[in-house]
Every structure is written in structure tokens, then in C-alpha cells.
């Protein structure tokens, strides 16, 4: 079966190749998502956490490679959609399908490359991020403790064609560093 994307591109999800990668698709498409399968205080969308991240990951001072990986880190999402952690993890055929098309992502960035430590530190980012949204963004009691950051989220409520011109913005400015 094959998809349609928010650019009138159509592929099989399946078989998805770099060329069929596109920013706007991500960009878009995250900006529609809600976190946290919708349980938020307000509309708060994977594209504006995605956002924190890079923005956490830029304030420690690492390379545009690893921002833009933390920015990227939730692009599958926009092919797939997002499940919450606790359900995700039991559902190993999704994990493989998630790992496949998120390498083709990264491979359409030149991120394929990346290390398992540069792999560890955006997931660490997004855990720490995470933490701090559990507390500023959901009800109820929270197992993560939040993590001090180095920079200060946006958790605001903002129209989603913001957020996607903010993400879309970013992510080119660093695809035009890292080819300089």
C-alpha cells in the first residue's frame, strides 16, 4: 500500500527511499501531532518538542550533526505517527519499522552515520526534555524526575503553521552549515 504525503509525494512506507524524504513532509506533519497521544494540558505538538530538543542540544554547545539530529530524532513519526512510550515498547514489529524508516530519514540528511554515542546523547536529550514535560505539560503523578536543562523550553500552546515554519527553518539552516 502506498501513503500520501502533505507535498503529493506517494511511496510505500515500507520500501521508503532517501529520495522520497522530504523536510516540509516532516515539518508539517510533526507540527500536527500531539504528544503524549493527546493527555496534554493543551495542544502540544511533536514538532515544537522536537524543537526543544535541538534547542537543549544547541545550548550545551554540540555540532550542528548532533542538533540536527536532535531535531530530527521523532521524524519517522510523520510517516507513522506517534504511540506513547508505555505502548510502544511491547510492540516490536513497529519498533523495526520505526528504526527502518527513521535510517532512511537520517540517511536522507547524511546523519546515516551516526555513532551509538551520538545515537545515546539525543536519546538522552529526549528523555530530559520529556521529564520536564511530564511535570509542565501533564496531570498526575510522574515516575521520571525532571532534569535541570541548559536552555528553556517553549512549552506554550502555538499555531501549528509556527511551529512548522520554525522546524522547516532550523533544520535547512543547519542542512546549509553542515555542506558549507
Known amino acids: 500500500m502506498r501513503m500520501n504525503t502533505y507535498t503529493g509525494k506517494r511511496f510505500d512506507p515500507m520500501q521508503m527511499t532517501p529520495e522520497e524524504v ?41 555540532s550542528d550533526r548532533l542538533v540536527l539530529a536532535c531535531l530530527l530524532h521523532d521524524a519517522s513519526e510523520a510517516y507513522l505517527s506517534d504511540i506513547i512510550r508505555p505502548v510502544k515498547v511491547h510492540l516490536s514489529n513497529y519498533l523495526e519499522i520505526e528504526e527502518q524508516i527513521m535510517q532512511t530519514i537520517l540517511t536522507h540528511f547524511h546523519l546515516g552515520d551516526l555513532t551509538p554515542e551520538e545515537h545515546a546523547l539525543w536519546h538522552q536529550i529526549d528523555d530530559e526534555i520529556l521529564s ?32 512548522e515554519e520554525e522546524f522547516y527553518q532550523l533544520a535547512e539552516s543547519l542542512v546549509q552549515k553542515m555542506q558549507a
Open 22 to 62: 522530504s523536510l516540509r513532509d516532516i515539518a508539517h506533519a510533526l507540527s500536527l501531532l500531539c504528544r503524549g497521544g493527546g493527555h496534554m494540558k493543551y495542544f502540544y505538538t511533536v514538532g515544537l518538542h522536537s524543537l526543544n530538543c535541538a534547542r537543549e542540544a544547541a545550548s550545551r554547545g554540540w
Open 132 to 163: 520536564q514535560e511530564l511535570k509542565s505539560l501533564m496531570n498526575g503523578e510522574h515516575e521520571m524526575i525532571p532534569v535541570p536543562l541548559t536552555s528553556e523550553p517553549d512549552f506554550r500552546e502555538r499555531p501549528h503553521e509556527e511551529v
